[in-house]
């Protein structure tokens, strides 16, 4: 196994997540671009603000109990989620699920995520939501279960606004069995939270009573002058929230197909 690694790193040379060219997972470049959301923010969904604040006018939807990302969904945090999304660069979703869980999510049960549409999945081969939530699961020692299916397609959400969003969402979602008190759920990217809602609103129906969501990245439109700089224990771990093996686009995690 060694030396097809060593083989393969030769084929498939590790580079960076986020312009693909510098040394992997990111260059200094693209290190120095990263966005952090820290404190003083909304304590109910980590939106940055002025002064810390229990809630904010872009927290997600009720049924959500809070939200965290730890990066704006800018530069290279961007660039690395769309080449996990749509190249296949597997260990991206490992070092960015070490981001996750150094957010400190709430203690919960199971970990689930947003599943994606039977279309979408059958173009990608993959549930990129799935991959983070395997990754966050290993990190917090927690059990990942797929809790939810996905009932209705719908049309893509990212030209719609928050209120369209919530309506074209609702209903979209169906656990598939009991989900346990306390949910944490996975995806990997929070715009309006309305997708994350109707997920939220389906695993309560099961009996969930907490249904807390992690992201990757978020969305957020107005942003600080001087956005606070990379946290010193992530920038120093973040390497080795990397797998050793590197990321390889089109090649799949050992004894992890496809599905």
Known sequence: MASLSAALDVVF??????????PW????????ALEP???????????????PVPRCRDCPPEPLSSARAPFRYEGPVKAAIHRL???????????????????????????TWV????????????????????????ELGIPVDRLLRRVISGS???????AERRRAMQGAFAPLRPAPPRVLLVDDVLTTGATAAACAEALRSAGAREV?????????????????????????????????????PGLWLPGDHPR
């Open 13 to 22: 040379p590790r580079r960076c997540a986020g312009c693909g060219d510098g």
């Open 25 to 32: 997972p990111f260059c200094s470049e693209c290190r120095a």
């Open 37 to 51: 959301l820290e404190p003083p923010w909304c304590e109910r969904c980590g939106r940055p603000s002025a002064l």
């Open 85 to 111: 999304k749509f190249t296949g660069w597997r260990d991206v979703a490992s070092a960015l699920a070490f981001a996750m869980v150094a957010t400190r999510p709430p203690q919960a049960d199971v970990v």
């Open 115 to 138: 599943p994606l549409a039977r279309r979408r999945l059958a173009e990608r081969g993959y549930d990129q939501a799935r991959a983070l939530a395997v990754g966050v699961g290993r």
């Open 156 to 162: 893509p959400q990212a030209r719609r606004r928050g």
């Open 212 to 248: 807390h969501l992690t992201a990757s990245a978020r969305s957020v439109s107005r942003w600080p002058a001087r956005p606070p700089p990379l946290p010193a224990a992530l920038h120093e771990r973040l390497d080795h929230a990397y797998p050793q093996t590197g990321s390889r």
